[in-house]
């Protein structure tokens, strides 16, 4: 690809030297644990959120849609306080090239809990503690300098170390949205993505646009198509959230930040290959995307044969308020997923008459011996925010999908629903200082329930048993913005019924986060 040529080009030696170093410490300070033998789940992708953050020059706000700028802010505001630097290093307006770096690392742990008894994939009932850590770099490059037919070209680079507690099982909502939910798999970077975005203007009226990573233009058309081919991560695009998308600076549990029950297409580290189109209006927008499916739940590899396996998504949104003078939206999503999945209710069937012990010797329902080419799994999401003040912003999602066929790529939820706020700290003088609260409910249907209950394992869970309640999760954060690109949270959450098993829990994590941006 012509675009690693950039990386040692425009890179920052030493910011990436001071990650690596502080990285290397953390993970020579942790301990290896004993590998899991049942399957291992995957690993989400990081969201790159500086929306969260008032720029020195540029606000770029990628979960509003690329394309989709922020109103500029009022003359009298922006004199009125001083905008605080984010950022380790500047980008500039008007540049060819972006360069820009981030690192994540998050301590968590918890104390020991009630359990009456624990299988091959529990959430661990001991006392443990676990330290994730996740680096990006973000290069693009704008080839032309046109407005209405811009073009970027997209590559960024990644590294995944540490673990997460209880090697990332036991759980549907995970605490942790940064961890390597396949603990053999490297740490040694990797391409995250590789993509071209191209956009099509419909029309010459321009409209400012904020620059990042995904988006080197400086303005776009008012109505216009924008193409994205490559390898992606579908949540930079789809069911984005201002107030609940950025395990990075907000949240980070997995169905706080995304809609637990989207089986949203990716390989392990969260990443698939495919594309998408969307159209951009004033007041709207839709898009849809085709994506590849892994071979295998939670694999690494893709199924590359789209005729047998292929993941479809779309979505409607909506900007509208509901509050006169500020910002709001909601979004529709839908997404059919084809692959070689297995179905709950067949395998507990056959494992029940004797059929599949007598054929394989199996002592308990094993989802992976009624898998069928071209099972579809099917869902839809609803995801709406809204500003209240200047200060306090809500947001909600609720998801549901059919639940007869196995959890595949992201985590083992049939439905799910969430609620949520943020407060910033201008009223005690720290304008990008967060505080933050949410409330998720995650149930599955009675076939998946079943399937637990007398033994079966999913790629996330399995306790041998299940006496079935919904797994409801608190989390409450601050994060603190300390100097330039560095942020320091606090966060904890409070997990019950734990892998929807009520004989096990509640159980509370505490973590701590450190975030910069270069």
């Not at 694999?299 to 047998?308: K, N, Q, T």
Request: net charge neutral; charged share 20%.
């Amino acid at each position: 690809m012509r675009l690693l040529r950039l990386i040692p080009r425009f890179a920052s030696p030493a910011s990436l030297a001071v990650a690596a170093l502080f990285g290397a410490a953390l993970a020579a300070a942790q301990p290896p644990d004993a590998l899991p033998s049942a399957p291992e789940p995957q690993l989400k992708r990081v969201q790159f959120s500086p929306q969260e953050m008032p720029s020195l020059i540029l606000r770029w706000n990628p979960l509003e849609g690329a394309a989709n700028p922020t109103p500029a802010a009022d003359p009298g505001q922006r004199e009125s306080e001083d905008i605080p630097i984010v950022s380790m290093t500047p980008h500039f307006e008007g540049s060819q090239y972006w360069l820009s770096g981030q690192a994540n690392i998050i301590f968590q742990g918890r104390l020991p809990f009630h359990s009456l008894y624990q299988g091959p994939n529990s959430f661990r009932n001991s006392a443990e503690y676990k330290t994730s850590l996740l680096g990006t770099l973000y290069t693009a490059y704008r080839p032309t300098h046109s407005i209405r037919y811009s073009n970027d070209l997209i590559l960024d680079v990644e590294s995944a170390g540490g673990r997460g507690l209880s090697q990332a099982l036991g759980l549907a909502g995970f605490t942790n949205l940064d961890v390597v939910r396949n603990p053999y798999l490297s740490a040694a970077p990797y391409l995250a993505r590789y993509e071209i975005h191209q956009v099509i203007g419909l029309t010459t009226q321009t409209i400012n646009q904020e620059l990042g990573p995904f988006t080197l233009a400086p303005k776009a058309p008012v109505r216009r198509i924008e193409f994205r081919v490559g390898r992606m991560t579908l949540p930079d695009f789809f069911d984005v959230n201002p107030v609940g998308s950025d395990s990075h600076l907000q949240f980070m549990n997995w169905t706080v930040d995304d809609n637990g029950a989207w089986d949203y297409a990716a390989d392990t580290r969260g990443y698939t290959v495919g594309g998408m189109a969307e159209y951009d209006d004033r007041a709207w927008s839709v898009r849809y995307g085709v994506f590849a499916m892994p071979v295998v739940a939670n694999g690494i590899d893709l199924d590359w044969a789209f005729s047998r396996a292929h993941g479809q998504n779309g979505e409607f949104e909506l900007r509208h308020s509901f509050v006169p003078g500020r910002e709001g939206a909601t979004r529709l999503l839908f997404f059919a997923n084809r692959a070689h999945m297995g179905n709950y209710r067949e395998a507990v069937i056959d494992f029940l008459n004797g059929r599949d012990t007598a054929l394989y010797g199996v002592t308990r329902p094993t989802i992976t011996l009624h898998e069928h080419f071209g099972a579809l799994k099917y869902g839809f999401g609803y995801n709406t925010e809204q500003d209240i003040t200047k200060n306090l912003r809500v947001f909600g999602r609720f998801g549901w999908n059919e639940g007869q066929h196995e959890s595949f790529c992201y985590t083992e939820v049939d439905q799910t629903v969430v609620s949520g706020a943020d407060y910033a700290g201008r009223r005690w003088h720290r304008p990008v200082d967060k505080i933050g609260a949410a409330v998720v409910s995650n149930a599955i249907k009675k076939d998946h329930q079943n399937y637990l209950k007398h033994g079966g394992l999913g790629f996330l869970l399995g306790d041998g048993n299940l006496s079935y309640g919904r797994e409801n999760i608190v989390e409450t954060y601050y994060n603190w913005h300390a100097w330039r690109g560095m942020f320091y949270a606090v966060d904890i959450q409070h997990l019950n019924n734990p892998g929807y098993n009520r004989v096990r829990g509640p159980v509370w994590v505490g973590s701590v986060r450190a975030h910069v941006d270069f």
